[in-house]
């Protein structure tokens, strides 16, 4: 039985998770800005399911909400920092409030909530830390920018991250998702003010995004995933889920290391 914290449990992976661990009868401590949106859950986990509410933003709130379910079910094996939103925009026309909410949620709020938990696994000799990123989190796109910086953060820290604690027992995992059914680019996202010079780059865009998505996962399927994840003894540091994301990763990559060679002898100018 492993014991389980996920933010944004509400919805959409998330909520996925919850169940697939609930299911098998693990343990979960699930969070949710609005907590009700557990009830369904808890009438038919019971005493399995820990509804939390939580807005990953507040910082002292993460670090408390880690601390309850550590207390209330004895440890914690897996935290999955799941909370997070897409915020639609050219970079020209991102408000500064708009820049900094989507960083404070999908940066900050992921870091809260891995420094919460860190002093208890490590006390524990074990763990595992799931980060929800993105194949946006390894290429970016336009028209969403501010959300490829986010989660590139992201994977700059947990790579990090991971090379700090290997030591004390503790893995990490970056989850880098494709496109699926979520409410991702829905209800879930926010979107900036538009200037009417950027009318043809959105609208290429878009469909250069309907193009990636044609044939988007099921949620659901990703269960089974996430679980021979935190099952396995030796748990990648990045995988992708979906079936596009390896694709769009190996032509962006291979496009990056042609440059770079392209450019190496003015590198090695530039090194005097």
Do not use: C
């Amino acid at each position: 039985m492993k014991t389980w914290f996920i933010t944004g449990a509400s919805k959409g992976f998330g909520r996925e998770w919850t169940i697939a661990a609930l299911e098998r009868g693990d343990r979960v401590a699930a969070t949710a800005r609005t907590v009700s949106a557990l009830d369904d859950l808890r009438e038919r986990f019971g005493g399995a399911l820990l509804p939390l509410q939580l807005d990953v933003n507040d910082r002292e709130a993460d670090f408390a909400a880690v601390r309850q379910a550590a207390d209330h079910f004895g440890r914690l094996d897996v935290v999955v920092n799941n909370a997070g939103y897409g915020q639609f925009g050219m970079i020209e026309e991102l408000s500064e409030e708009e820049a900094r909410a989507q960083f404070e949620t999908n940066v900050f709020g992921a870091l809260w909530v891995t420094q919460a938990a860190l002093p208890i696994l490590r006390a524990q000799g074990s763990g595992h830390l799931l980060q929800v990123s993105s194949i946006g989190g390894i290429s970016a796109f336009a028209n969403i920018g501010i959300y490829n910086a986010s989660k590139w953060a992201l994977e700059g820290f947990s790579q990090a991250l991971a090379r700090e604690v290997d030591h004390f027992g503790i893995k990490v995992t970056l989850i880098e998702p494709g496109g699926f059914s979520t409410d991702w680019g829905g209800p879930s996202a926010k979107r900036a003010t538009p200037l009417p010079d950027y009318e043809p780059v959105r609208e290429r865009a878009a469909e250069q995004r309907r193009s990636r998505v044609w044939n988007p996962g099921d949620p659901k399927a990703t269960g089974k995933a996430v679980l021979a994840l935190v099952d396995a003894e030796n748990p990648p540091l990045r995988v992708f889920f979906g079936d596009g994301p390896l694709a769009i990763a190996t032509a962006d990559y291979e496009s990056r290391l042609a440059e770079w060679r392209e450019w190496e002898k003015l590198s090695i100018e530039a090194h005097g």
